[in-house]
């Protein structure tokens, strides 16, 4: 320990599940406030956990906290399941929003707005849900690089039917395939994929009727995450593509981790009109840890 160094509260959350083990764990230092980057980067690969975040007070007077998200490998301008653990942790942790019912965070790409929303129609349990950002690159990608993530995927061409850009911040590739069982069977090539950069997203549709619409899977080995366990900002850049292409419909469920052993599940809605306007992105969180950290 260095003569700095002081106790901060922490806390450790389960996203995009209600019951813990079974989604994407997120460690949130809640006092990050003199933290160096050195310090958030070193803490970061220390956890070794696909995100851990960093609250500290807000620039942007209209925002009620700015988060920082690193990863092993580092740091993000955006993250999904980072966005909802650390709105639940800063709630939890006595932060009060300027405005009633929802949390303004401000990360690398600006402000995300963080809401309640119903769960079952009848008001009485909520889900914490964010507004997908808009996507910083989209459309078909070019051949060369559907050829990398052919190789990078294990895949022959006809097995993919879509390879498009949903970049909203960490730079993801949406690759679209035949099945839900297609996505399961899948067996990467970390390697090549890191070599070429490459952060993909996979997802195939499960028979309707369903309690999971679509299947997810997320490879990010480039930043330390071979493969992620549930993804919120990949979902969001998913949604945004397929509900926009009407290849999804407005409501949906995404089911995400069996190849990890986990059960994540991840509420996409799109609303058409008025102040909510949008793709919003909601799960449930578990708490999981909570006390001090001396860092």
Not at 51 to 64: H, Q, V
Not at 83 to 93: C, E, F, R, V
Not at 213 to 232: I, K, N, Q, Y
Request: hydrophobic share 45%.
């Amino acid at each position: 320990m260095t003569a700095a160094a002081q106790m901060r509260r922490y806390a450790v959350l389960d996203v995009f599940t209600a019951t813990p083990l079974l989604g994407n764990p997120l460690a949130v230092v809640i006092d990050a406030d003199g933290l160096s980057d050195a310090q958030m980067a070193a803490y970061a690969r220390w956890t070794n956990l696909s995100e851990t975040t960093f609250l500290l007070p807000p620039t942007d007077p209209s925002a009620d906290y700015r988060v920082r998200i690193f990863t092993p490998g580092g740091e993000l301008p955006f993250a999904g399941h980072p966005t909802l653990g650390s709105a639940q942790a800063w709630l939890d942790a006595g932060g009060v929003p300027q405005r009633a019912g929802e949390v303004v965070q401000e990360c690398g790409v600006g402000r995300v707005r963080v809401r309640r929303v119903d769960v079952n129609g009848a008001g009485a349990a909520t889900r914490l849900a964010f507004q997908a950002p808009p996507l910083r690159r989209s459309g078909p990608a070019d051949a060369e690089t559907v050829a990398q993530v052919l190789a990078a995927l294990r895949l022959a061409a006809p097995e993919v039917l879509q390879v498009e850009w949903i970049d909203n911040g960490p730079g993801w590739l949406g690759v679209r395939l035949a099945d839900a069982a297609a996505v399961r069977a899948l067996q990467p090539d970390f390697a090549t994929m890191a070599a070429a950069g490459l952060k993909i997203g996979v997802v195939g549709a499960w028979p309707a009727g369903g309690e999971v619409d679509v299947e997810v899977r997320a490879f990010v080995p480039e930043l330390g995450v071979p493969e992620d366990p549930v993804t919120g900002s990949l979902n969001a850049g998913l949604a945004q593509w397929l509900t926009g292409a009407g290849l999804l419909p407005a409501r949906y469920v995404a089911g995400q981790g069996h190849a990890l052993g986990r059960d994540g599940r991840v509420h996409v809605e799109r609303i058409a009109a008025g102040e909510n306007a949008g793709v919003w992105i909601a799960g449930d969180v578990a708490g999981c840890v909570s006390g001090t950290l001396r860092l």
